[in-house]
């Protein structure tokens, strides 16, 4: 991890949550250096299109000026960011890239609320695709911001102007929202993270609505770990808001030991003839499998079919619910682009959307009976790229093909973080999005931060080196037991499902002290283990930790059949931990494998 220090002059500082509190720890800068030096590089940038309105220098100093002496009890403190302008911020107009539309909200949306409480200055609003329809980022009367790694390809949508600023370093982070792709398409096209929360863990209160229940605040980051520090911050529950949902989610995870992941088959791979993002894709997947992971291949039909509703069904009227008004009274003030794909909403029925509804309710129920199978799904975030010019000549066609993987997720309620990848033979940015079931973020950032360290790419077109800690380690929460495991209850192995189908959580790889045997006892299936503890001629064993509900231990340990039991474990770090052991009177017909130290050795070799 580069570290920064007195020496690194301020235009060469990494704008990461890392970097930035460092500098503020140690006393070599303060905000009001920061954020002139936010300034300093939209100027030197000279693109006009990332910025619909921006705080005036002066007052963003003074901002900065205003907190006080440095405070790490506010994670964020110090952090300058940017907001996508369809998203409130008090003493700025909001106008979701329409002058007809524009109003000076009264507050700030309840997530700037909560990220300026943790001690983040909001700078100014960025551009986007008009009301937030498109992926491309390119449907705004404003000009529109240029993409950071390469100006000949489109920005992405409709968060356009939030990705840019990130990638060229302007601001740690920023805010976008996403109803079909638009936090993680422009994150693909500008080589950064794109975090997709679940539904309603971020409230939508003080956003102009796309599909109002569809909508999901989004998060753009130099890397994972900034991109859930700022999860953890704006992940407070808003009673205000009828979409927000009540939801804690943890704050961090491990990778799994060996993840089963869902990826499109052949048959259902959608590149469009582009060989190096097939390829690129295909590097990807190698490189997860060569982790651990199982890799299963899918039919995406269902997936598919999910994501036709959103543009071709019912729910263009949520759309067109938001802007009725303006479209009958000043049609000729929404973009064109924009009016064309959105007016089709005023002619739709009741009988239309409950045809939706039906519609939606029998393929989510297939595609949940798929997702049931896999720890995650892994596709490409986008199927390949397209030019300003491309658009020039086509405005629909390419946006369509940009939400090939995207357009289906918030129908599904699924969450998805989009990380950035080692870059295609060409140069263009790598990429794969993970997709996971709702509540599953943290798990999908431990997945990611896995492959974050793999690729060790250079974030956005900063030039900065990669800069990420490793996943954070997860620990048991206070109403949880750590579990120590040697046999069958390991990931992947026969009894597994007896810990997760009570809400067992994996926490690490681990061995004991050298102070144990290992044995293969006697009967099965399942074929199952013994550990006895040893006090000479010991071995380490391995093991993995689990963390159990308390609330399902009794209804666990009922379970658990003589000779084996639960006793206490000393590990290798000395730490002590509740796990099986094996009663001395059940070693009768038990093989000793305790040259072996393992369980899955024994099983490997035998």
Request: glycine share 8%; net charge negative; with cysteine.
């Amino acid at each position: 991890m580069t570290h920064v220090t007195t020496l690194t002059p301020l235009a060469d500082l990494p704008f990461t949550l890392a970097s930035l509190r460092e500098a503020y720890a140690g006393g070599t800068y303060q905000p009001r250096q920061i954020i002139a030096e936010c300034y300093r590089r939209l100027r030197a940038l000279d693109d006009p299109g990332i910025f619909i309105h921006l705080m005036d220098e002066a007052e963003a100093i003074n901002l900065a000026e205003s907190l006080g002496a440095y405070n790490p009890e506010q994670p964020l403190w110090g952090m300058p960011f940017a907001v996508k302008d369809n998203i409130d911020v008090a003493g700025m107009p909001t106008t979701a890239a329409c002058a007809a539309f524009e109003y000076a909200p009264a507050e700030d949306a309840h997530v700037v609320a909560c990220l300026r409480a943790a001690g983040a200055m909001p700078i100014g609003k960025t551009n986007l695709d008009q009301f937030a329809t498109g992926l491309v980022g390119v449907r705004s009367p404003f000009p529109h911001p240029r993409n950071a790694v390469d100006p000949d390809i489109v920005p992405g949508g409709s968060s356009s102007g939030s990705a840019v600023a990130v990638a060229h370093g302007l601001v740690p982070f920023s805010l976008g929202t996403d109803t079909a792709g638009s936090g993680r398409v422009p994150a693909a096209l500008n080589n950064l993270v794109g975090l997709k929360p679940t539904l309603g863990a971020i409230s939508n209160r003080g956003v102009v609505p796309a599909c109002r229940s569809l909508d999901c605040l989004s998060i753009f980051a130099l890397n994972i770990d900034d991109a859930m520090a700022v999860l953890n911050v704006a992940n407070n529950y808003d009673a205000a808001d009828a979409y927000a949902r009540p939801l804690t989610l943890p704050t961090s995870s491990a990778p799994l030991p060996n993840p089963v992941v869902g990826v499109p088959d052949a048959a259902s791979l959608r590149f469009f003839d582009d060989a190096l993002q097939a390829e690129a894709f295909a590097a990807t997947l190698a490189q997860l499998k060569a982790e651990g992971a199982t890799i299963e291949r899918i039919d995406f039909t269902p997936f598919y079919q999910v994501a036709d509703l959103l543009y071709h069904g019912a729910w263009i009227a949520e759309r067109t619910l938001v802007i009725d008004d303006l479209l009958t009274s000043t049609p000729q003030a929404v973009h064109p682009v924009t009016r064309q794909i959105i007016e089709p909403g005023q002619s739709l029925t009741a009988m239309d959307a409950f045809k939706g509804l039906y519609q939606l309710q029998a393929l989510r129920k297939t595609c949940q009976d798929i997702l049931k199978r896999f720890d995650y799904l892994c596709v490409p975030s986008i199927p390949t790229f397209y030019t300003t010019a491309d658009l020039e000549a086509d405005p629909i066609g390419p946006n369509n093909r940009l939400g090939t993987y995207t357009n289906f997720v918030n129908l599904l309620d699924l969450c998805a973080l989009t990380v950035p990848c080692p870059s295609r033979s060409d140069g263009r940015p790598g990429s794969v999005t993970f997709i996971g079931t709702q509540g599953k973020d943290s798990q999908l950032a431990a997945e990611g931060q896995r492959l974050e360290a793999w690729g060790k790419v250079s974030p956005g077109n900063t030039g900065w080196p990669y800069q990420s800690g490793p996943a954070a380690p997860a620990t048991a929460a206070n109403d949880e037991l750590v579990l120590a495991v040697c046999g069958a209850h390991m990931s992947g192995l026969p009894l597994n499902h007896e810990l997760t189908s009570r809400g067992g959580r994996f926490i690490e790889r681990t061995e004991t002290a050298p102070n144990y045997k290992l044995f293969a006892l006697a009967g099965g299936p399942p074929y199952r283990p013994g550990m006895v503890r040893q006090e000479t001629d010991g071995v380490a064993v391995s093991l993995e930790l689990w963390a159990l509900p308390k609330t399902a231990v009794g209804d666990f340990m009922a379970g658990i059949p003589a000779p084996l039991g639960i006793g206490t474990v000393v590990l290798s770090d000395q730490r002590q931990v509740k796990g099986f052991m094996c009663e001395a009177a059940g070693l009768n017909g038990a093989e000793d494998i305790s040259k072996l130290g393992s369980w899955r050795v024994f099983l490997q070799s035998a």
